[in-house]
């Protein structure tokens, strides 16, 4: 069994800024992307879509989520599925960090470390 940690170094590194303004640490194997995520109150990600399925876990903070035309929001302890090719979008509601997970397809950006 792997340790997984996220190194405070990465923190700063910013994830998808195509489309996003979140800020975290990438870990990668060679089929799941686990992403420690944070969005500053009044920044998200803006509507975009990947082939991979997704799941935000809310670790504090509140996420206003749209998926395929769905809003609602986010709260810690809960979570939100994005379906394959699912357009979908996030706004901070307050300062929020979140874990993202997905299956690996066809990453768009860089990864910070590995899972191993």
Do not use: W
């Not at 944070?38 to 935000?56: I, L, N, W, Y």
């Not at 929020?96 to 860089?110: H, M």
């Amino acid at each position: 069994m792997s340790h997984i940690s996220f190194p405070e170094k990465d923190a700063g590194n910013m994830v998808a800024s195509h489309y996003s303004t979140g800020q975290g640490q990438v870990l990668r194997s060679d089929k799941i992307e686990i992403t420690k995520i944070r969005f500053q109150k009044g920044h998200g990600a803006a509507t975009h879509h990947h082939p991979e399925e997704q799941v935000f876990y809310i670790l504090e903070g509140c996420l206003e989520v749209t998926v395929d035309g769905e809003t609602y929001e986010v709260h810690p302890g809960e979570g939100s599925f994005h379906p394959s090719n699912a357009p979908h979008s996030v706004m901070a509601k307050e300062d929020t960090v979140a874990l993202s997970f997905k299956n690996l397809v066809d990453p768009n950006y860089e990864a910070t470390g590995n899972l191993t």
